[in-house]
């Protein structure tokens, strides 16, 4: 099995796919070497995470963006670095809606920065 998006734009090119053999020992593709799983930070841990849930939600809607992506502190354990690509890979990539609950500025502030559109209700 190899999951080649979403995770490339994820990770901004660093890993391309993931590869899992038969014994389901886990591995991170980069363009020279194979990662074991257990050695990558957990950040990254959080990366392949979100790229397997997003793409479970492709495979379960027909490979369309038919619901909203609902992100609930999804990316606390990301620094500066990955949370700007993130959001700018689900803001180009994306059609659908997408809802980051938070109880965090700095994803606000990241999209401000970056001159990404969004709406902020404060609750």
Not at 72 to 89: A, G, I, N, Q
Request: neutral net charge; charged residues 20%; hydrophobic residues 40%.
């Amino acid at each position: 099995l190899v999951v080649t998006m979403p995770l490339s734009g994820i990770t901004g090119g660093i890993y391309t796919s993931i590869s899992i053999d038969e014994n389901l020992n886990a591995f991170l593709n980069t363009k020279k070497k194979l990662v074991p799983l257990e050695q990558v930070s957990s950040g990254t841990a959080d990366q392949i995470y979100l790229a397997l849930r997003l793409a479970a939600a492709k495979f379960i809607q027909g490979g369309e963006d038919r619901m909203p992506l609902v992100f609930d502190d999804s990316f606390v354990l990301y620094d500066e670095e990955r949370l700007k690509t993130v959001l700018k890979w689900l803001s180009k990539t994306c059609r659908g809606q997408i809802i980051i609950f938070t109880c965090h500025q700095r994803e606000a502030q990241m999209l401000t920065a970056n001159q990404i559109p969004y709406n902020l209700i404060n609750i």
